[in-house]
């Protein structure tokens, strides 16, 4: 079934000259871009929306599975929210629209688990990866993980018209 989705390249990949070398996983799976939005500086308001504090316990909990020390996992989540938003910021973003055949799963699978320490080898995060979930919880920051990509299709609808709003 033909859907799309949204993956945003994120400060970090764009640091590290990888948005060519990304994109062109996606493509090489039969992806699509259908469009694509270089923000310069995400709006504060965007960030709240895509990442609003209802999602801070499901993060604090993901968090938990490689730092046990986290005792309140919607306090945690909080911070981790705070550290994302501010990491979102630090640098220009690439929000981009694909399309194709079952592209949401695709995509997650392309992209890799949350963690580039633990994600498959042979995904972008695993291969280009060099942060993890543990190293940024022991340091006070967000985990740079390249990508952002969205779940399910409820979430990419959603998403999708946050970032491409017309």
Same mark, same amino acid.
């Given at each position: 079934?033909?859907?799309?989705?949204?993956?945003?390249?994120?400060?970090?990949?764009?640091?590290?000259?990888?948005?060519?070398?990304?994109?062109?996983?996606?493509?090489?799976?039969?992806?699509?871009?259908?469009?694509?939005?270089?923000?310069?500086?995400?709006?504060?308001?965007?960030?709240?929306?895509?990442?609003?504090?209802?999602?801070?316990? @499901?993060?604090?909990?993901? %968090?938990?599975? +490689? !730092?046990? *020390?986290?005792?309140?996992?919607?306090?945690?989540?909080?911070?981790?929210?705070?550290?994302?938003?501010?990491?979102?910021?630090?640098?220009?973003?690439?929000?981009?629209?694909?399309?194709?055949?079952?592209?949401?799963?695709?995509?997650?699978?392309?992209?890799?688990?949350?963690?580039?320490?633990?994600?498959?080898?042979?995904?972008?995060?695993?291969?280009? @990866?060099?942060?993890?979930? %543990?190293?940024? +919880? !022991?340091? *006070?920051?967000?985990?740079?993980?390249?990508?952002?990509?969205?779940?399910?299709?409820?979430?990419?609808?959603?998403?999708?018209?946050?970032?491409?709003?017309?």
């Amino acid at each position: 079934m033909y859907q799309e989705t949204l993956v945003i390249l994120k400060p970090d990949a764009l640091e590290r000259n990888l948005a060519g070398a990304i994109i062109d996983r996606y493509e090489r799976v039969g992806l699509k871009i259908v469009d694509m939005r270089y923000y310069r500086k995400v709006d504060e308001a965007i960030l709240r929306k895509h990442y609003p504090d209802s999602m801070a316990e @499901g993060l604090g909990k993901k %968090a938990q599975l +490689t !730092a046990p *020390g986290i005792i309140d996992p919607v306090t945690h989540g909080m911070k981790v929210l705070e550290r994302l938003r501010k990491y979102f910021t630090r640098n220009p973003v690439l929000a981009i629209r694909f399309g194709g055949e079952d592209a949401i799963p695709l995509v997650r699978k392309v992209t890799g688990y949350t963690d580039p320490a633990t994600a498959e080898k042979g995904t972008i995060r695993g291969g280009f @990866g060099t942060d993890s979930i %543990a190293k940024s +919880t !022991a340091e *006070g920051r967000a985990c740079e993980n390249l990508i952002h990509a969205s779940g399910n299709p409820e979430e990419a609808k959603a998403e999708l018209a946050l970032w491409f709003p017309d």
